[in-house]
């Protein structure tokens, strides 16, 4: 069964400091895909970055960086000198073989003080 | 204009009413799906379809039901309405393809008295 966790709830930084979001997945398939969404106040979802099972390279964007370890199942996201702009709810979430709804992680609520 | 669209936006109703939620896309994919999220426990699926003959329960199906009038049309019905259905209600899209990258509408929030 695939299951996604985020073991922190809520995260509190002030501005300019890095922070990094845990996400640890369970899965039995070999062919998956892992997400990141981010929620800010204003309700939506917004797509950040979609990574499948081949490919442990990690990614960046700007601030942002997402750190893929198959070893320990993990797929962490980073935020480079926070804004206030960051804050959000931040949810990862996972796809087996692309070809399943997405089941969610419980997200992490950041808080960005300035 | 918005690719998803969820109507209404905001509904008060009361315990024991008929509710339902609409969703229509532009984006043309087969796909689409109903999440309910409450705080603190993310966002769970009730319903998802792959095309328009194609419905599936999911995590939280129990007290809804659903109807795919046409491949960009979803609707999400709760027949009885109660208060613990009280959440914020998502609908989202995606192709029929490996990398299944969901797009989501911008939500519709009911609060069942």
């Known amino acids: 069964a695939q299951k996604v966790t985020q073991a922190q709830t809520e995260i509190s930084v002030v501005e300019k400091e890095d922070v990094t979001l845990d996400c640890v997945y369970e899965t039995r398939d070999t062919t998956y895909y892992l997400f990141w969404y981010k929620q800010p106040p204003s309700g939506e979802l917004v797509f950040l970055i979609r990574r499948n099972s081949f490919d442990e390279q990690n990614e960046i964007s700007g601030r942002y960086s997402w750190n893929f370890q198959k070893s320990t199942s993990s797929f962490n996201f980073t935020i480079t000198a926070s804004q206030v702009v960051d804050s959000a709810v931040y949810f990862c979430a996972l796809s087996d073989r692309g070809n399943t709804p997405l089941v969610f992680g419980k997200g992490t609520r950041l808080s960005v003080i300035a | 204009d918005a690719d998803v669209t969820q109507t209404p936006r905001n509904r008060i109703t009361k315990t024991g009413k008929r509710i339902m939620l609409e969703c229509s896309q532009t984006?043309?994919?087969?796909?689409m799906y109903w999440y309910r999220q409450d705080p603190g426990l993310g966002l769970r699926l009730i319903y998802y379809s792959f095309d328009v003959k194609d419905i599936n329960k999911g995590e939280i199906s129990d007290g809804y039901s659903v109807s795919r009038q046409a491949q960009a049309k979803f609707s999400l019905s709760l027949e009885s309405a109660i208060p613990n259905q009280t959440a914020l209600y998502f609908c989202?899209?995606?192709?029929?393809?490996?990398?299944?990258?969901?797009?989501f509408g911008p939500g519709t929030r009911l609060t069942v008295l």
């Open positions: 984006k043309g994919h087969d796909r």
């Open positions: 989202a899209t995606s192709v029929g393809i490996a990398y299944n990258e969901q797009f």
